[in-house]
């Protein structure tokens, strides 16, 4: 067994992974030490209030705009800094972890921005942290290439960095510690981790090259915790003699109390922030997870029925781009998670229709650009906000007054049209675990029925399950949801998995099990799943 060693204060306990010491030098570990010692305390804290609130949620006190930010709701003078070189124009997105072939084909998408993935769609191994910093660091170097077992070759093609996509790093989200960096026996933040090696080692990088350091921020729940991240970057600019509001931040409104606090937000980050993004995936797993105990009011029919058009959902996107552009911050849509399928002409044409009227209702309504998980979908985007923008960059102007607060807006999930069905608990099934069996083979981002999966809708299809097992739900043949008629399904659906060499669908299915028909609901399914997946490195690492 690799015993742990200590550098700069900091244990490391994971075996070495190849180049990992241009990314761990004694300076970049300084850093990510200051910025732990300084917060710590804070995020356990803001940790701790999550789940206060949650259990408040449960008991029955719903979520309403807090009374005591009003001034900052009313106060109609303040604005988020004014946007950044390289985030004027974000009308299409595409999303995608950090290994070295996505990040060639993000880069080389035509895409105006690249959201670089250390969080949902990246399983947080050891060797992913390392090799995702050290392909961003290659990128910005213009040394990255890679070539696949069939011998084909992927380099980047632009010129220079302002020929490319925007990258914007995705770190992980405050839940999530990095147990293999260790500061008085204490994991590090992963989010911390993530964000503070990228920064030290390529803010000066991107800035030289007519870019900055930008972020996405996952997982926000309340206005606090996006205080706690200004904080980090006032402290990472001063650390670094880097001029305070370079850092940009754009913020996931993923969670159902974090839509409560849009405009908080955004004042929280004024100087650094550069917008909203409407994270509709983890939107609905937050509203399942925080109301999962609260009755029929509650409980979401079949997954693939809860669309954007949904009353909640139109809710809850109108009043983001009611916020975002009164406050002169970008408002960014959805994801488009479909993967063409090159073999069936048929079934890609309905799927191209679906993403374009998904397209065309967000840029009608004033979102300013919009996310897609994969190349061939950049095209269909650009085409319908280019329709929509033509030579301007955004719609910033569009303002949305017509758009009236509505807090009960936002929780009127009783009038989501739809029905639970059997088919409907297969597919949660079947994405749920060959999500899992994915990820526990380092994969976070999975393709399955020609649609990119990750952690949110793994997280869906999971805790819909837990949900409608525990409310007795009916189905649309009037079958009960119980623990006995689930599990039999599993048994089913398990035995028609097409198994191979080296797969985990058999601790898939038993994580599965585990997070969504056992009788506690874990807060998030990668906890457990990066505690099994630590467990089995070190029995490896022991063998």
Request: hydrophobic residues 40%; aromatic residues 8%.
């Amino acid at each position: 067994m690799n015993d742990p060693i200590t550098l700069n204060g900091i244990s490391l306990t994971a075996p070495a992974v190849r180049r990992q010491e241009e990314i761990l030098t004694p300076q970049a570990l300084d850093f990510v030490k200051a910025l732990h010692r300084a917060t710590a305390s804070r995020r356990q804290e803001l940790l701790q209030q999550r789940q206060t609130r949650r259990t408040q949620i449960s008991n029955g006190a719903d979520p309403t705009f807090l009374a005591e930010t009003r001034h900052i709701r009313e106060d109609d003078s303040w604005r988020v800094a004014p946007t950044a070189p390289g985030l004027e124009d974000r009308r299409v997105e595409i999303t995608g972890p950090v290994d070295r072939k996505m990040t060639i084909n993000a880069l080389n998408s035509g895409a105006k921005v690249w959201l670089a993935d250390m969080e949902d769609s990246s399983t947080p191994s050891w060797a992913n942290v390392i090799n995702g910093q050290l392909n961003l660091r290659d990128a910005l170097d213009r040394r990255i290439d890679f070539t696949s077992p069939e011998g084909k070759e992927y380099r980047v093609q632009g010129a220079t960095l302002t020929d490319l996509p925007t990258i914007v790093v995705r770190p992980r989200g405050w839940h999530l510690p990095e147990k293999h960096m260790l500061i008085d026996n204490t994991p590090i933040a992963g989010g911390l981790v993530d964000f503070g090696l990228y920064f030290f080692h390529n803010a000066q990088r991107l800035i030289s090259q007519g870019r900055g350091p930008y972020f996405y921020l996952p997982k926000i729940e309340n206005h606090l915790e996006a205080r706690l991240w200004n904080d980090i970057f006032v402290l990472a600019q001063d650390l670094l003699g880097i001029p305070q509001g370079t850092i940009r931040a754009t913020v996931l409104i993923e969670t159902i109390t974090a839509a409560f606090e849009m405009e908080e937000i955004l004042y929280e980050l004024r100087d650094h922030a550069a917008g909203l993004n409407a994270g509709r995936w983890d939107y609905i797993f937050s509203v399942i997870k925080n109301f999962r105990t609260r009755g029929p009011r509650f409980v979401l029919p079949d997954r693939n029925m809860v669309t954007m058009t949904a009353p909640f959902m139109r809710s809850y996107t109108e009043q983001l781009v009611r916020a975002c552009h009164r406050r002169g911050a970008h408002a960014i849509g959805g994801m488009a998670a479909f993967i063409p399928n090159r073999k069936d002409a048929a079934a890609n044409d309905v799927a191209m229709e679906k993403v374009r009227a998904d397209k065309t209702r967000e840029a009608g309504d004033g979102f300013d650009g919009s996310w897609v998980a994969h190349p061939d979908l950049v095209p269909v985007a650009m085409e319908v906000f280019d329709g929509v923008l033509g030579e301007r960059p955004n719609q910033l102007e569009k303002t949305r007054d017509d758009v009236v607060p509505n807090d009960k807006a936002l929780l009127d999930i009783a009038s989501t049209p739809g029905v639970i069905t059997e088919a409907g608990i297969r597919s949660n099934i079947e994405v749920g675990i060959r999500y899992i069996e994915s990820w526990l083979r380092g994969n976070g981002a999975a393709a399955i029925n020609n649609l990119m999966e990750d952690a949110a809708t793994a997280e869906i299809s999971r805790s819909q399950i837990w949900q409608w097992i525990h409310s007795s739900a009916v189905t649309d043949e009037g079958e009960i949801v119980t623990h006995h008629w689930v599990e039999e399904l599993l048994d089913e659906e398990f035995t028609n998995l097409q198994r191979f060499d080296g797969d985990r669908f058999e601790d898939a299915r038993e994580l599965f099990e585990e997070v969504a028909c056992g009788e506690h609901f874990p807060t998030f399914l990668t906890v457990p799943a990066y505690a099994r997946f630590l467990h089995e490195a070190q029995e490896l690492a022991a063998a």
